[in-house]
């Protein structure tokens, strides 16, 4: 549905004297290295930190948050989320990581160091995903609308509206923020947007069917949903829900 809807746009905009713009540049994605994965985890929030991959997974009374050895892909230490709720992103705070569920409007805060749960707290229709810039939490909710979080109290100080060629983008789903660029996994595509964090605008797509054909799932839930980067090096690692590998890869030159 979201795929036909982009298409349709760019054909109106194809169409309407005055929008002959040319279409959003794309990037396909080139690997550089491949590391082993839970097939079994149902990825949600994604990001890391300090050498370790913090990981959570939904699914019903299976959700959980954990620390995961990159090279060998061995769960260091895991946390359940508390029963009837539906894990989904996550995003690390100064010493603590942040979580947010499906439905119900709850979230927690962990100790980062020992996932031990230091408070909850609540906000309005669901959770999708997090990730920060240098002053913020950002929590996308399957709208086209990014808000942003006072880390401090979790209360959203701006409403940030996604667009693609003037049209609202639905379905923002798994979130990392990359050289000043917030990047979003659509949620049932093969497309990460790349979105302006000032305007809101997407200047571009990054398209991830590659590794989507070379994962081979036939699974209609097993889409590409996870995005982390290692600013130390400048590694950014992709991949999806249940998917064998983690992906670090390279984008090409946009066309």
Not at 44 to 51: A, K, P, T, V
Not at 65 to 80: K, M, Q, T, Y
């Amino acid at each position: 549905m979201k795929m036909r809807v982009l298409v349709c746009a760019l054909a109106v905009c194809a169409l309407v004297p005055g929008m002959s713009r040319a279409a959003l540049p794309v990037s396909d994605v080139e690997i550089v290295k491949t590391f082993p994965h839970d097939s079994t985890a149902f990825t949600e929030g994604l990001f890391f930190r300090e050498g370790l991959l913090y990981e959570s997974t939904g699914g019903e009374e299976q959700s959980t948050i954990r620390a995961v050895d990159l090279a060998s892909g061995r769960v260091l230490r895991s946390v359940v989320i508390p029963p009837g709720l539906f894990g989904e992103g996550i995003v690390d705070w100064k010493d603590e990581l942040v979580s947010v569920t499906w439905h119900g409007g709850t979230g927690f805060r962990w100790s980062l160091g020992d996932f031990r749960r230091l408070g909850e707290f609540h906000y309005d229709g669901e959770g999708w995903a997090l990730t920060k810039d240098a002053h913020n939490l950002i929590l996308s909710d399957g709208t086209p609308v990014l808000r942003y979080l006072d880390p401090a109290t979790l209360k959203v100080v701006r409403r940030l509206s996604v667009t693609a060629e003037g049209r609202p983008v639905e379905r923002l789903n798994e979130l990392e923020y990359v050289k000043g660029e917030i990047l979003a996994n659509i949620w049932l595509t093969n497309r990460i947007a790349r979105i302006d964090p000032k305007s809101g605008a997407v200047t571009g797509w990054i398209d991830v069917s590659r590794l989507a054909a070379q994962v081979g799932e036939t699974d209609r839930d097993a889409v590409p949903n996870g995005i982390a980067y290692d600013k130390a090096q400048d590694r950014l690692f992709l991949t999806g829900k249940d998917w064998p590998w983690i992906f670090e890869v390279r984008l090409a030159r946009p066309h």
